[in-house]
């Protein structure tokens, strides 16, 4: 990669408010920060062309399409997400929207006050329901979820999804400190009594800031977020006319099975709310199949024939996150415009203490379909939310940091 390759601190964005308009909606695993979008856009970005987000999570990029006015499509496996997407791109009317908010704070006035008690409403049938929450909190949750249900504009009952979402997971017994689902210590769970109502409430208020910020500056432009798992050949999504114009996205890591937990971080959420497949997003994830074989004739080879004779399976493991990601590109690249910019920002993460070159893969994998190697930009990452140190040897109390940089990969399809 040579001289294409550089460290650049002012990609890192160390001060930046990364939670302005529509983006303080949702926390997420690794989400991308909007500051590297916004530059990326305003780098190669063309009004009115379009934008493809493949593993678009809670949409930050096309967030930023729509502020900067490209069209744009997402796609993720991850049901949650695209709720959590969908919720942050589409335009809402404010005064629909505090009708319905006031209707629900009646609803749960005298409740609050304590005059009254909850009323009783089905809760949903998920398993494990009692390790998770208390009675009193699964009481308020299932009422709260009954009154969001009864809104009947779409968008709205979106929006009012997404900031009860958070609060399911804030009201649970989930330890805070990590993505996956972990119960907080029994010493804790005793006197936990979190107040519902109060948390969604907060969360609707700041969700509602965001969203006037947003309307304000948003263009009229497309935003669609579809289901669409992008390792599998065709994509079910818009074709608009001689092909996407740019990609700017972040890829899984490849470790949803062990420490970036998408499908864990969102299974609660997305099971009260009644979204299906909750359970199976880290299975369908790429890497979630182990591979028979070990993926020949790429920049990841060497270092995945390094793990084999450390730890046969976790090569396996690796390889299969390395070919789900060159299919989900060879898909990707069928959907691009001849003179369109790819942007992936990836991890180059460590297994068993080997450093797997995830950026050199991705310029590899593109330059199978025309698209040459502008640049990698190397950033050090001051405020992404992911865990910092993992155990990449798996020995208990051998910890590095691997995940404290990433690399965002520029390459430029030409005629
Ligand atoms: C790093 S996250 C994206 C975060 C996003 N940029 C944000 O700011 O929220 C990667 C996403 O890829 C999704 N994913 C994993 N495998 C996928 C596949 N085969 N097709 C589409 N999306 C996939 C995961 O569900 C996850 O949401």
Redesign the pocket.
């Known amino acids: 990669m040579g001289d294409l390759k550089h460290k650049d601190e002012s990609w890192d964005f160390r001060s930046a408010d990364t939670k302005e308009y529509t983006h303080c909606f949702h926390t997420?695993?690794?989400?991308?920060?909007p500051q590297i979008a916004r530059r990326l856009l305003n780098e190669y970005g063309c009004e009115g062309e379009w934008l493809l987000?493949?593993?678009?999570?809670?949409?930050?990029?096309l967030v930023e399409a729509s502020l900067f006015g490209m069209h744009s499509v997402g796609?993720?496996?991850?049901p949650l997400?695209r709720l959590?997407?969908t919720a942050k791109v589409t335009p809402i009317s404010l005064k629909a929207l505090d009708s319905e908010v006031n209707r629900l704070n009646d609803a749960f006035f005298d409740i609050e006050f304590g005059t009254t008690t909850i009323p009783d409403v089905p809760i949903p049938d998920v398993p494990n329901l009692d390790y998770w929450f208390s009675d009193e909190v699964k009481k308020f949750l299932a009422y709260l979820l009954y009154q969001i249900n009864k809104v009947e504009d779409e968008p709205i009952r979106n929006f009012m999804k997404v900031a009860y979402s958070e609060t399911v997971r804030e009201v649970s017994y989930t330890r805070t400190s990590t993505f996956k689902l972990h119960r907080m210590p029994s010493e804790k769970l005793e006197n936990f009594n979190p107040d519902v109502f109060g948390i969604y409430h907060k969360k609707i208020n700041r969700n509602r800031q965001g969203l006037i910020a947003y309307l304000e500056k948003r263009k009229d432009v497309e935003a669609t977020i579809c289901h669409?798992?992008?390792?599998?050949g065709e994509l079910p999504i818009p074709r608009p006319l001689g092909g996407y114009n740019l990609v700017i996205?972040?890829?899984?890591?490849g470790d949803?099975q062990t420490t970036?937990a998408?499908?864990q971080f969102s299974r609660l959420s997305a099971e009260w709310i009644g979204l299906n497949n909750a359970r199976k997003?880290d299975r369908?994830?790429?890497?979630?199949q182990p591979s028979k074989s070990i993926f020949e004739d790429s920049p990841v080879t060497t270092a995945i024939e390094k793990i084999q004779t450390i730890d046969e399976k976790r090569s396996r493991d690796v390889s299969a996150f390395y070919n789900?990601l060159g299919h989900?590109i060879d898909t990707v690249a069928k959907m691009l415009s001849p003179r369109s910019t790819i942007c992936y920002?990836v991890g180059n993460r460590r297994v068993k203490d080997v450093l797997l070159p995830t950026d050199e893969f991705v310029v590899h994998a593109f330059g199978k379909h025309g698209f040459s190697h502008k640049e990698t930009i190397v950033r050090n990452i001051p405020n992404k939310r992911m865990p910092k140190k993992n155990s990449p040897s798996n020995v208990a109390g051998q910890t590095s940091s691997t995940m404290n940089e990433e690399n965002i990969v520029i390459c430029q399809r030409t005629d």
């Open positions: 997420y695993p690794a989400m991308m920060i987000d493949p593993y678009c999570g809670t949409g930050t990029s796609c993720d496996i991850n997400v959590i997407a669409a798992n992008t390792v599998a996205t972040s890829p899984p890591y949803s970036v998408y499908g997003v369908i994830a790429m890497g979630g789900d989900s920002v």
